[in-house]
């Protein structure tokens, strides 16, 4: 091969090296550009990945702490998995498990108001409400009697702190089905008193969106004030609030604790309730008296 062939051989292959090093370079720019969140963002970080990009990546934590409770089956490696997603009507077993971080069954817990697990039982509709302790067994299964006299669909709610993260508590829902002819109801026009099982109860305060609410519930049998309530699980009352609509399951907290010197055992109970928008809400406190738990319900409008 006489030297012009070789030296233009020799030219067109260097060409060749050159556009592929450049186009190679151009693809891995563009991949450069493209912000860490659209990589790892799925679809269920939406809201999270928006939070995000308005006030910075640092805020991350925040953002998803600002999410409602009760609203994911499943938040920051924990998951709720009831044994059954359909029940049958009338009374049966319940079994769950919480999964940790390594996908087994969690089995250490921080006591919460007594209490190493909360489970709320719901219908979607807030006409069924029942706020029950199950049992945990050695290997990691929860189990509870339900009772669920009519068709619906309902939401489970367990609230727990595993113990491997200190006092920081999860709540966690799924829905589970019971099958049969199914009749939903109006949530319950708004009302500032409730009777139950001879007991009236009068709510005071209002619900104001973005900012701690201050509320008292007020016990009174037989036209007289309770003033001998019994701590339910470890305070004189236990406050649940949902939203009609996607019941996310808001913060309560009881003003006081039992014995502490200053604490009243009624007939009034003080809580804080953190409303994070407008809407329509179902409070449910179980007070206890005599021995016995009794719910009062109310519709509240923020």
Do not use: C
Request: glycine share 10%.
């Amino acid at each position: 091969m006489n030297t012009p062939v070789r030296l233009g051989l020799f030219a067109g292959a260097l060409a060749l090296v050159f556009g592929g090093a450049l186009a190679a370079g151009q693809v891995v720019d563009a991949r450069a550009e493209v912000p860490a969140s659209h990589d790892t963002a799925t679809h269920g970080d939406t809201a999270k990945t928006a939070a995000t990009a308005e006030h910075g990546g640092g805020h991350e934590a925040k953002a998803a702490a600002e999410i409602p409770k009760g609203l994911m089956v499943s938040q920051d490696g924990y998951t709720l998995r009831p044994a059954a997603t359909t029940l049958p009507t009338g009374h049966a077993p319940f079994s769950f498990t919480v999964l940790g971080p390594d996908s087994k069954p969690v089995r250490d817990y921080t006591p919460t108001h007594d209490k190493d697990l909360h489970l709320i039982v719901v219908r979607r509709d807030l006409t069924s409400f029942q706020h029950l302790h199950p049992v945990l067994g050695a290997d990691g299964t929860w189990t509870v009697p339900l009772a669920l006299p009519e068709p619906g669909v309902f939401r489970v709610f367990a609230d727990f702190a595993p113990k491997a993260r200190g006092t920081d508590a999860l709540t966690l829902g799924v829905d589970v089905s019971v099958a049969g002819a199914y009749q939903p109801r109006a949530v319950p026009a708004q009302s500032r008193t409730a009777r139950v099982d001879g007991y009236t109860v009068t709510l005071d305060g209002e619900l104001k969106p973005g900012t701690s609410s201050p509320v008292t519930l007020t016990v009174i049998k037989d036209g007289k004030p309770v003033t001998d309530l019994q701590p339910y699980p470890a305070s004189y009352g236990h406050l649940i609030a949902l939203r009609a609509g996607d019941l996310a399951y808001l913060h309560v907290h009881p003003a006081g604790r039992p014995g502490d010197g200053k604490t009243s055992a009624g007939p009034a109970i003080k809580f804080v309730a953190d409303v994070p928008s407008t809407g329509t809400y179902r409070l449910y406190l179980d007070f206890r008296h005599q021995g016995k738990v009794h719910t009062a319900a109310f519709t509240a409008v923020a």
